[in-house]
């Protein structure tokens, strides 16, 4: 993993634990980079543009969700240095039923987590 994405990762993955008190352990990121031909964005961005889409069950408040953004922004402007306007974030929830994970549905799991904040 190349270092942008080394701290990106670290990033999202604090401010997961933070905002949403996500176990430690429990990271995974993907990246999907793209050739500078291949994505288009507005004029009032940078080459930096970044989309960062977070996939959740759903639960968490209004609240909750608002401030992982914000922590998002603020510490992203700071490392690895990208501007607002760079930096575009959604989050897309789930009902659990919707999910397989570990070879059952998300609603029969038992998680080490609260999702209902």
Do not use: W
């Amino acid at each position: 993993m190349n270092q942008k994405k080394a701290v990106m990762s670290s990033v999202i993955h604090a401010f997961m634990v933070e905002a949403f008190s996500f176990p430690e352990d429990k990271k995974f990121h993907r990246f999907f980079p793209m050739k500078q031909d291949d994505f288009h964005y507005p004029s009032d961005r940078t080459e930096a543009y970044t989309i960062i889409e977070i996939s959740l069950f759903e639960g968490r408040s209004m609240q909750a969700k608002k401030d992982l953004i914000r922590l998002l922004l603020h510490r992203l402007q700071q490392e690895p240095d990208l501007a607002h306007e760079d930096i575009e974030t959604t989050i897309f929830e789930t009902p659990k039923s919707n999910c397989g994970i570990r070879g059952l549905p998300g609603d029969e799991l038992a998680l080490n987590y609260n999702v209902n904040m």
